[in-house]
């Protein structure tokens, strides 16, 4: 979920932080104090976040090809975190709660808010989100043969998130659990039938599933990595029984390598496979996601997507990146390597606050049709 106002100025993003957060500071602590590093005198938020304040105003910047460029606000609350006072996180994942908006330029908008949370020394993880949301999309036909045009759809309803997952043991960061995920959906899709009574189909549908999920988690850090391996497997059913109105079958696996190169020089591998079985609504058919690639471009019942993502620390706190993907829609798997997409691109990172390993910057990507430019705070693959 990316600008250098010039190379001799801090990120815009950095400046946008400070105009909402400077009025927070308490007398007690100075500007200096929460925003100064004491080890470099570089511009950093660690202490801030650690601070009772410690709330982070994000400016989003919705740059999606898929509905447009647009703008809102999340307002983040990292939960006071001894053990990143002392001496760093370790790979802890932090507690976040946050709430969040936006709007964008093809009307898509949402409002809602949640909690990332790790207790017990990390013992338990909890991810919760609560939501309203209307995207503004276009399917392009994928499933049906006989669809060849781009068909416009807007959907719009409550959504949410429940997700608990438990550390089978102490010393392995391995996680088992399930989540839970429903979307009350009303839809609208535009036929492109140019008579008034068949101009647009409009329908409710209710979705639903419960996932098993498998979580390996030895990344020294959660918002930035350097090194460690990530692998999330989650399997399951879409059902009646859970509230939704379409039954399929939902596989998810998803994996990422991080390892330095040098103490300069880091390099991240993402593998994901995606297969959904049944009566799976268009919607939820999964696609290519890669930067550069508009989101449900390229669907199909069974998606793989391969990218690495190479990060050179060139200048004290300053990183370039550069990162290159493919990835191919199937609707069998005996059809791999057929009509494969591939998207990169390049881009920057400053490291915004050292005591949680943060780094925040832009990506400009290139796919197989379009530009596209992306902010990014933390990893490009958070999920």
């Given at each position: 979920m990316r600008i250098l106002n010039s190379p001799s100025l801090k990120p815009?993003?950095?400046?946008?932080?400070?105009?909402?957060?400077?009025?927070?500071?308490?007398?007690?602590?100075?500007?200096?104090?929460?925003?100064i590093s004491k080890d470099d005198g570089a511009v950093d938020m660690s202490e801030f976040l650690n601070s009772n304040t410690g709330f982070l105003p994000v400016p989003i910047i919705i740059t999606e090809p898929a509905v447009g460029y647009g703008g809102g606000l999340a307002l983040a609350y990292f939960h006071k975190n001894k053990k990143a006072e002392n001496d760093g996180p370790k790979g802890l994942s932090p507690t976040v709660s946050f709430a969040?908006?936006?709007?964008?330029?093809?009307?898509?908008?949402?409002?809602?808010?949640?909690?990332q949370g790790s207790y017990l020394n990390d013992r338990i993880r909890y991810l919760g989100v609560l939501a309203y949301i209307s995207p503004n999309l276009t399917?392009?036909?994928?499933?049906?043969?006989r669809l060849k045009n781009e068909y416009k759809f807007n959907m719009k309803g409550f959504f949410t998130l429940q997700e608990l997952l438990y550390r089978v043991k102490k010393e392995i960061p391995l996680f088992v659990g399930l989540n839970y995920l429903y979307f009350n959906n009303d839809i609208v899709f535009k036929t492109g039938i140019d008579i008034p009574e068949l101009e647009e189909l409009?329908?409710?549908?209710?979705?639903?599933?419960?996932?098993?999920?498998?979580?390996?988690d030895g990344r020294d850090n959660s918002l930035t990595p350097n090194k460690g391996i990530k692998t999330v497997f989650e399997i399951g059913a879409f059902n009646e029984a859970f509230g939704g109105?379409?039954?399929?079958?939902?596989?998810?696996?998803r994996t990422y390598y991080y390892t330095p190169v040098?103490?300069?020089?880091?390099?991240?591998?993402?593998?994901?496979?995606?297969?959904k079985w049944g009566d799976v609504p268009f919607y939820e058919l999964p696609f290519i996601s890669l930067r550069g690639i508009p989101a449900l471009r390229y669907q199909n019942e069974?998606?793989?997507?391969?990218?690495?993502?190479?990060?050179?620390?060139f200048l004290k706190r300053w990183s370039v990146?550069?990162?290159v993907g493919a990835g191919e829609a199937l609707q069998d798997y005996g059809d791999v390597f057929q009509d494969i997409k591939v998207a990169g691109g390049t881009g920057f990172r400053y490291f915004l606050a050292k005591q949680y390993g943060l780094h925040a910057g832009i990506d400009i990507a290139r796919g197989p049709e379009i530009w596209a430019w992306n902010l990014t705070i933390g990893s490009n693959w958070a999920r």
């Open positions: 815009l993003l950095i400046y946008c932080f400070f105009a909402l957060m400077i009025s927070h500071v308490s007398d007690a602590q100075s500007f200096k104090d929460l925003f969040a908006g936006a709007y964008t330029s093809n009307e898509t908008w949402f409002i809602g808010g949640g909690h399917f392009y036909g994928a499933g049906f043969d409009e329908f409710n549908t209710n979705t639903a599933g419960i996932n098993a999920v498998f979580l390996y109105d379409n039954n399929y079958g939902n596989l998810d696996s040098n103490e300069k020089v880091f390099s991240g591998y993402r593998l994901q496979v995606a297969s069974n998606v793989y997507t391969l990218e690495t993502e190479w990060r050179w620390n990146v550069g990162f």
